[in-house]
């Protein structure tokens, strides 16, 4: 069984930073598609950072809003994914979600397995 637990949400100021971890368990992170999703209130999940699977370097792909603020990256020793989020804005309050898939080729393909979420509010 997989499991995802998402750690490390709070509150800050605007400019502030945070890092958010994913810990996996039941599946190697090292050979799946891990995600990071965030949902503001009223608004839809939007997909914030991708890693793809790869032993050595995944592909990495980011939302227009955090590219160059954040930075997703891959401890397979540890089987954990993290985000480290920079320069936070009050636009990035949301609850943040880890998801995993096996690889795919196509990168629409869903995510099968979801952690419970973490809440980063960042205030001005």
């Known amino acids: 069984q997989v499991q995802l637990v998402e750690s490390g949400g709070g509150s800050v100021q605007a400019g502030d930073s945070l890092r958010l971890s994913c810990a996996a368990s039941?599946?190697?992170?090292?050979?799946?598609?891990i995600a990071w999703f965030r949902q503001a209130p009223g608004k839809e999940r939007e997909l914030v950072a991708r890693?793809?699977?790869?032993?050595?370097?995944?592909?990495?792909k980011y939302a227009d809003s955090v590219k160059g603020r954040f930075t997703i990256s891959r401890d397979s020793a540890k089987n954990t994914v993290a985000l480290q989020m920079n320069s936070l804005e009050p636009e990035d309050t949301a609850v943040y979600y880890c998801?995993?898939?096996?690889?795919?080729?196509?990168?629409?393909?869903?995510?099968?397995?979801w952690g419970q979420g973490t809440q980063v509010t960042v205030s001005s």
């Open positions: 039941g599946r190697a992170v090292s050979n799946s598609d």
């Open positions: 890693i793809q699977a790869g032993w050595m370097v995944g592909s990495i």
């Open positions: 998801a995993a898939r096996p690889y795919a080729v196509q990168d629409s393909s869903e995510y099968d397995w």
